[in-house]
């Protein structure tokens, strides 16, 4: 059945970036006030992420990621938000057990950790299954608080339609309400952290 899958994977990839296919079939809207979502840091700027977990050049941005993420988030100045985009059959129910550990904690490490498992266990097809999810969760020492997720993925599909994501990986940084920029594709978003980050280093 893994190969199956993996095959069924493989097709989503197309060079540094995967291909949305009929998102809106994937993620309902539904009302989004209240959406628990991974939203930490404050500041001017803001950053939003948008990934998916069994996309390979995500799999690829994500090795480095989580220790800048807490960098920039410790630093301050910026704001990060994290989207998940349903480019696979088995990403809603990643995305649903992300949400369950954000829901669960009010520390970013908490959620960054549920994140860095998500991705392991994608890139290697080891859970496919909630009961998987959740033994993998329990035997890392993660915790989950379980909800109804509806809002949450409504807050997504509208953070996806507002800033034209149509791949993945998709970095959108927020300068100013005149100063938004996109960048989609592994290379390509190295590019805008360091632009980030140089910003960050403005006095």
Not at 58 to 64: A, F, I, L, S, T
Not at 146 to 151: F, T, V
Request: with cysteine; proline share 5%; hydrophobic share 40%.
């Amino acid at each position: 059945m893994k190969d199956r899958l993996r095959s069924a994977t493989m097709k989503a990839f197309n060079g540094l970036i995967c291909v949305i296919v009929m998102l809106g079939a994937v993620l309902p809207v539904f009302a989004a006030e209240n959406a628990p979502i991974f939203s930490f840091g404050k500041g001017p700027y803001e950053l939003i992420i948008f990934t998916d977990y069994f996309c390979q050049p995500c799999q690829k941005v994500e090795g480095d990621l989580t220790a800048t993420l807490e960098s920039l988030i410790e630093q301050g100045g910026v704001k990060i938000t994290i989207v998940d985009v349903p480019l696979y059959k088995l990403t809603p129910l990643y995305a649903k057990y992300f949400l369950y550990a954000v829901n669960a904690s009010t520390n970013y490490k908490d959620a960054l950790r549920a994140r860095r498992l998500l991705f392991k266990k994608a890139s290697s097809l080891g859970a496919i299954t909630a009961e998987h999810l959740e033994r993998d969760f329990q035997s890392e020492g993660i915790a989950i608080k379980p909800y109804d997720i509806k809002a949450s993925f409504s807050e997504y599909s509208e953070r996806i339609k507002k800033h034209g994501v149509h791949s993945t990986p998709t970095f959108v940084f927020v300068y100013s309400p005149a100063d938004i920029r996109k960048y989609s594709g592994s290379e390509s978003v190295k590019k805008g952290m360091a632009e980030l980050k140089q910003a960050l280093s403005a006095p």
